[in-house]
């Protein structure tokens, strides 16, 4: 850790590598330029695994995302003679406990192979299993167990000891991955349509394929959720594309059903993972760009994309040879506008890798001081409570701002938003207070120090963000500092709010629930215009003001807002449009905009594209949380370029 931190790079992105060099250097390995030995991850020889594996050692595959061995375990099964019947696959999942018992017990009476996939889905089933595999006195000596799952502590230790077991690993790269996909296809599979589109289409599909997983790596900005992409839908969609071209061919048709191969495979194969709209529409974009008659335009040859040395393109001769050919030929480092990405995406996957494994190293040192003085531990985080607690503002009186708003008959939609903002805003600053003082008191021995003040008095040290407070606060991805200065912040707003009026220029990332304060502005503009409230919606303005004091006048209906930042793009305030970003610029702050409430069907817009708005920049989770609202930006470019971007806009950074 201390040499780590003594050889830190002046440049975030260059953590892990320097890093990943410290340590090769360590290990004796001085260098490894121009061989692929010490980048390129070991193939998994299925043979040999079997050759090392008994009837007593269940294998276990250690899964990582993507990776599914199902199809090369049915494939090596074939090869040894257990297919069919003698082959047996299960995945886990409630209320398959008793299927999954009786399978094994049959299988190693049988001698037969049995693979239950999913394993981390039923970890509190495996210790039934370890004593089903422990009272096997003599299983039969052909009995394979094969097993797989996610990592996880709650796998039980008896069948790891005695396991052979694997990891698996996804490729990594656009060419490791094209090469996993064409080394178990067959000449036959090559051949399976006689259709001349067949063989350059299943090209298209295998790059496809490749660029959705690998987008994986740029985080956020690749895909709001990290989804389980891997062979099986790759091989669903290759059968598909093989029926409609039969079909085609079969039926004299000269033009290929793009519209359905693309809904099927976009929508339904790969699609049927996706769960949020926003990834949805990054697959769908990946499609049209691939797929349409352009791909066979002689005037116009079609490449999917270029880099500096390299133009990604489909071979004119497509046979096995040729692919693995064309695959050995493509750059082992993969470049972001291969993805239809900025450069500055490749910045901003590094610099959060780097900022991950800092903050691990951190977590690591839970009994070393964090302090550069020369106080000890307690006093330092004496100290920052105490510097903490003089900044808390007294609690809001929500019983007089509502009986005073009763009383001036003021109360607007908008007026019951900052009540519930401000009731939100009183439970933090309890908590905050509450929490700090017991903390104080635990550092002066007058009470016990309990597991959350432990937790208080760790983050205080290191500068996180309790989880007591994170808790009741809007969601952030800010560390200390930064939040409490945004805390400040927030509480300057509500106090402008409650004392004069609602603000000209709405500083929407200051609101604990924004999206509420926006319902509220098309309620209040439904309620004066006699519109009907569920047909009714927004849509935005950028305007070309950069300074929140240029504007005098809150508007008649709508609002002004500001506290947005634009993420995988730039903005031109002189047109107005959304622009390329410049190297190393990752962030754009957008100029004040305007929201202004209309009745949909009179909503109709020309060159925008439809922006998510989220919270912070860790987007949308898996459960759909994050998203505040839809912005309305200004393009002359396709959308297609923006979408395949990542282009989305932020209230809060992540400092």
Known sequence: FFFLMIRRPPRSTQSRSSAASDVYKRQGIESFNNNEHYVLPPTIQYEKIFSQSNERSPIVFILSPGADPLYDVQKLGEQVGFSGNKFKSLPLGQGMELTAQQLVETSGARGQWVMLQNCHLLTYWLKTLEKVLEGMTKPHKDFRLWLTTQPTE?????????????????????????????????????????????????????????????????????????????????????????????????????????????????????????????????????????MGDFLFDKNNEFFFAESQDYKYMIPKLINTETLIQNIQDMPLITTPEIFGLHPNAEITYFTNSAKQMWDNLLLMQKNEGASASSLNRDEYIGGVASDILAKLPHQYD???????????????????????????????????????????????????????????????????????????????????????????????????????????????????????????????????????????????????????????????????????????????LERNVLTRQKPKELICEMPVIQIVPVEANKLKLKNTLRTPVYVTQNRRNAMGEGLVFEADLQTDEHPSHWILQGVCLVLNLDY
Not at 180 to 208: G, Q
Not at 441 to 469: H, Q, T, V
Not at 522 to 540: E, F, H, I, P
């Open 398 to 572: 929500v019983h007089g701002l509502r009986k005073e708003a009763e009383d001036n008959n003021a109360i607007t939609p908008t007026r019951i938003v900052l009540f519930q903002e401000v009731e939100r805003y009183n439970k933090l600053l309890s908590k905050m207070k509450e929490s700090l003082e017991n903390l104080q008191k635990a550092l002066r021995g007058e009470i016990g120090m309990s597991s959350e003040l432990d937790e208080l008095s760790f983050s205080l040290l290191n500068g996180f963000l309790p989880m007591i407070w994170r808790r009741l606060g809007p969601q952030t991805q800010k560390k200390l500092g930064s939040w409490i200065e945004h805390f400040q912040r927030r509480n300057r707003q509500y106090d402008d709010w409650a004392r004069r009026e609602e603000p000209a220029v709405m500083w929407l990332s200051g609101l604990h629930i924004p999206e509420s304060y926006l319902t509220a502005l098309v309620q209040t503009t439904c309620r004066a215009k006699q519109w009907a409230l569920d047909k009714s919606t927004l849509y935005t303005v950028a305007t070309k003001h950069r300074r929140v004091d240029e504007i005098r006048k809150r508007p008649e209906f709508g609002c002004y807002i500001t506290g947005l930042f634009l993420e995988g793009a730039s903005w031109d």
């Open 154 to 290: 709650k796998f039980p230790l008896g069948i790891l000891q005695k396991s052979l077991k694997v990891v698996t690993e996804p490729p990594d790269g656009l060419r490791l991955n094209m090469k996993a996909i064409f080394s178990k296809l067959s000449d036959e599979a090559l051949e399976e349509s006689s259709h001349a589109a067949f063989k350059p289409l299943l090209y298209v599909l295998s790059f496809f394929h490749a660029v959705v997983l690998d987008r994986r790596k740029y985080g956020k900005i690749g895909w709001n959720v990290s989804y389980d992409f891997n062979e099986s839908d790759f091989r669903i969609s290759q059968r598909l594309l093989s029926m409609y071209l039969k079909k085609a061919l079969d039926n004299k048709e000269e033009t290929i059903p793009w519209n359905s191969l693309k809904y099927l495979i976009g929508e339904a194969m790969y699609g049927g993972r996706v769960t949020d709209d926003y990834d949805r529409r990054v697959l769908v974009t990946y499609l049209d760009e691939y």
